[in-house]
């Protein structure tokens, strides 16, 4: 029982894997591969009544066909004179037969594997997309990038080995059933030599499987840094210390390099082994055939063809194995990268909520990252249209409250509410289209600034007139005017020929534009200059009364119209009170506004 399920593991792992994706469809590769090695194991076989026409007897002797005799009892079942020709004519249509169902499996598989990748893909950027945040800020990016676009090739490539191979292993079985019919011995000598040469491969394949796993490891480790080699590149060079970072990349090239090699020469091996491995085993059987045996002539040769034939295809087979196994890696990835996507999907309730959003509270709310209590006891209430304001140090909490607030993060404790729905049974996408986000850095895609600031809507009149009207309430359209090809300016990547202050005026229009009902603002104003700054200000006034507003700021002049501003201390909130109020009672707000003023 044991060893079954071993055997199960080992070489089944991935059926069950691919039938996960393709359900039926294996059976109809499995079965058109059982049709194609029928047809040709049948072909075959009439060399036998051929090579007896053509031999000094010139007759054909149905009984040294084996149980196969069939095959020239149906001549005469149907009146057809057995002679060269009729038996041309059937190996011709056998043959022919075999090519169109080859030809069909051919097409058939290709397009299961295109399929089936679609699928995969598709799967994988859906899970990507519901992915919980508070999972994704932890997740390993280049394990990420990764298994979404080289891994998913390599899960393509193992896909075609692993049912190439099965089809030779259907192909190597119908060979040892044809051998077995026409001669018991064969089969018995066909099955003895395959699995001998298996012991041979059994090592090779441990050490491939061993390289693939390494090399899925280490192609993620250079995705990695190759992201951050792009993402950081202005500060690498600025800083003399690409050198330095190349070299990193450079050994972990080394290492993919080692691993790609490794698994090659274990190829070549294979392939090399091939032909005198073969050689051995016919030149063994036709000694042993004719030593001991004593057989004809006629059926020796026959069931040589096959067992040649068959042992072909089981050198194939153990070939497009290998070549499965230095996939095998990316498969497993692929299947735990699925199961973590699953498992760590966020959680969305079933209200839809459509309603407009009158009143966000969180009641004790508690967060934590892991083992670290990160918010403590947040209490608070959001009016609509209210504006509030975050204040406090560095690392107090303030972007965690309001990804909190957001949807991005889930609550550990606590309650929190809107319009006096619990959130987490509303369905968390259908809140967050009503949620403006401009985030510390900026979100600048690689496109228009008309489909940045639209995301990708279609140019009308009426999405223009939407989009001009953003463009003024961001103060941003002396810099949209001053542009050589105006709204429809190429931005670069992530924004690169734009100043901090720019991208973050673009970030804000994009959100207008978006006709959100909230508004989170994250230190927005702190990579602008202070004649921005106050027209951004300016315009946040105008916004004031018009959206719900939250700010979290480090500049106490850009809030000071702030309906309420919140100081939050170590994760929690130490006072909430308007600006004139807090200037009166709290000494720290005080002391803070003075530093600034400074
Ligand atoms: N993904 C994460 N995993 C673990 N800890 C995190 C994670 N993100 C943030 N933290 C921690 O949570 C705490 C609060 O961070 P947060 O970004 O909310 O602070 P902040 O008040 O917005 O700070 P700043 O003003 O510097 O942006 C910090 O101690 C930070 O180290």
Redesign the pocket.
């Known amino acids: 029982m044991d060893l079954l399920k071993r055997f199960i593991k080992r070489y089944f792992a991935g059926l069950s894997y691919f039938y996960s994706f393709l359900g039926y469809r294996i059976f109809v590769i499995v079965f058109l591969s059982v049709i194609v090695g029928l047809l040709d194991g049948l072909g075959l076989t009439m060399f036998l009544p051929l090579l007896q026409l053509v031999s000094e007897s010139g007759t054909v002797n149905p009984d040294s066909l084996g149980r196969l005799r069939f095959l020239v009892d149906f001549f005469e079942v149907v009146n057809i004179p057995l002679n060269l020709i009729s038996i041309f004519c059937l190996m011709l249509f056998l043959f022919f037969a075999k090519g169109l169902m080859l030809y069909i499996s051919g097409i058939y598989k290709v397009n299961v594997q295109q399929w089936f990748i679609k699928k995969l893909r598709v799967s994988l950027v859906k899970g990507l997309n519901r992915l919980s945040y508070k999972f994704f800020?932890?997740a390993d990016f280049g394990r990420i990038q990764n298994t979404l676009t080289g891994e998913i090739n390599k899960v393509s490539d193992a896909y075609s080995e692993y049912f190439t191979s099965f089809q030779y292993g259907i192909l190597v079985f119908i060979y040892m059933v044809f051998a077995f019919f026409i001669d018991a011995q064969f089969a018995v000598l066909v099955s003895l030599g395959g699995f001998l040469t298996n012991f041979l491969y059994k090592n090779l394949y441990k050490n491939t499987k061993e390289a693939s796993r390494k090399l899925t490891g280490e192609n993620n480790v250079f995705e990695n840094l190759i992201i951050q080699n792009v993402g950081n590149f202005k500060y690498l060079k600025a800083t003399g210390t690409s050198d330095n970072y190349t070299n990193k990349l450079i050994d972990s090239t080394s290492r993919i390099e080692h691993s790609n090699k490794k698994i090659g020469k274990l190829e070549a091996l294979l392939n090399a082994g091939r032909e005198p491995i073969l050689i051995t085993v016919v030149v063994a059987v036709i000694l042993i055939q004719i030593t001991y045996f004593d057989s004809d002539l006629g059926p020796i040769i026959i069931s040589l063809i096959i067992f040649y034939r068959a042992l072909g295809y089981l050198v194939h087979l153990q070939i497009r194995w290998n070549k499965f196994l230095g996939t095998s890696g990316s498969l497993e990835n692929m299947t735990k990268f699925g199961k973590e996507l699953q498992a760590n999907q966020e959680k969305r309730g079933n209200i839809n909520f459509e309603e407009p959003i009158e009143i966000i509270e969180l009641s004790n709310v508690f967060f934590n990252?892991?083992k670290?209590a990160?918010l403590k006891d947040i209490s608070f209430r959001i009016n609509k249209k209210e504006t509030i304001a975050l204040v406090?140090e560095?690392?107090?909490?303030?972007?965690?409250l309001v990804n909190i607030i957001a949807g991005l993060l889930p609550i550990d404790q606590g309650e929190f509410h809107i319009n006096k729905i619990q959130t987490k049974d509303i369905n968390i996408n259908n809140l967050q289209k009503k949620i403006g986000y401009i985030t510390?850095d900026p979100v600048i895609f690689d496109d228009s600034l008309f489909n940045n600031i639209s995301f990708w809507a279609e140019q009308t009149e009426e999405n223009l007139e939407r989009f001009w009207k953003a463009v003024n309430k961001a103060a941003l359209s002396d810099f949209v005017t001053s542009l050589p090809e105006k709204e429809n300016e190429k931005l670069g990547h992530s924004g690169i020929k734009l100043s901090g202050g720019q991208k973050q005026r673009i970030s804000i229009a994009r959100e207008l534009y978006k006709d959100v009902e909230v508004l989170i603002l994250d230190e927005a104003t702190s990579a602008l200059d202070s004649e921005t700054e106050m027209a951004i200000q300016h315009n946040m006034d105008n916004l004031k009364g018009d959206y719900i507003i939250i700010i979290?700021a480090h500049r106490i002049a850009t809030i000071k119209n702030a309906d309420k501003i919140v100081i939050?201390k170590n994760g929690r909130i130490s006072e909430i009170d308007s600006y004139n109020k807090l200037i009166r009672k709290s000494p720290y707000f005080k002391k803070m506004v003075q530093l600034q003023e400074i």
Request: net charge positive; no cysteine.
């Open positions: 800020a932890n990252y892991g670290t990160i406090g560095s690392g107090s909490g303030k972007t965690t510390q979290i939050m």
